[in-house]
């Protein structure tokens, strides 16, 4: 593989652990689809498709090879991984039919059809961790919009562990930096000792949070986000991914 070829690989490696977190609910389990995917692509490469696209291929293929289907009634794993690829890596429809091996027709027919299964799912009340009150207010306007209640917002480590404390929320959805406050991450991790809750980190650098190198979160959308973004991905974090076969 040419030097600048692996140079876009390594560049792409962030955001293909975010893809592939995201569609299996798990840090472990999308960093491991990430390595063997890795492994796969330096061995059968495409120069006619762009890193990022063929990791993101490779990811697909061995998630829908070893995932269990969904029960019916459910999001399929393709409509999961449309949706996916479109919303939260910001792909083209025709570059993610290029992925997925559709065209584009289907593609676009199948997507319409995830977004009619999206706005049926059941919602939760969200947990919002953010300092700043303009971008919280912003994010609460959001989360409304998808369906979703608001169990309460925190701007501190100590208002989140309490009031995670007293409404058992669904879902948090927090910032990493709370200035004075504290750090989101810290705040979660403590409120994860008490309870088993989903958790989207929200943040202005993805690629800070997806290393590999250390635990990092399973769900991470950029700042600023869309609502269909935060839809998907709570959708993801909520439902747990799809099981492994």
Known sequence: MP???????????????????????SQSRGDLLVAES???????????????????????????????????GDLTVL???????TALEELSLADAARVLG??????????EHAYAGLRSCAQTNVLIIE??????MDIE????????????????EKEAIEIATRTRPGLILADINLGAGGDGMTAVSQILQQQNIPVIFVTAYPERLLTGERI??????????????????TYQAVSGGLPLG
């Open 3 to 25: 030097l600048s070829r692996r140079q876009d690989l390594l560049r792409a490696l962030p955001y293909a652990r975010r893809y592939a977190r995201a569609l299996s609910g």
């Open 38 to 72: 890795l492994r796969e692509l330096i061995a059968v490469d495409d120069p006619a498709m762009r890193p990022r696209l063929r990791l993101y291929q490779w990811i697909s293929r061995h998630y829908t090879s070893s995932t269990t289907p969904p029960a019916s």
């Open 79 to 85: 409509d999961r991984q449309l949706l996916l690829l």
């Open 102 to 111: 559709l065209d584009e027709a289907t593609a676009r027919t199948t997507l």
């Open 131 to 136: 300092d700043e009150p303009i971008i919280a």
């Open 141 to 156: 306007e959001l989360v409304h919009k998808c369906g979703h209640r608001i169990a309460g917002v925190a701007a501190t």
């Open 216 to 233: 990092e979160p399973a769900f991470v959308i950029t700042k600023p986000f869309e609502p269909l973004t935060l839809a998907i991905a």
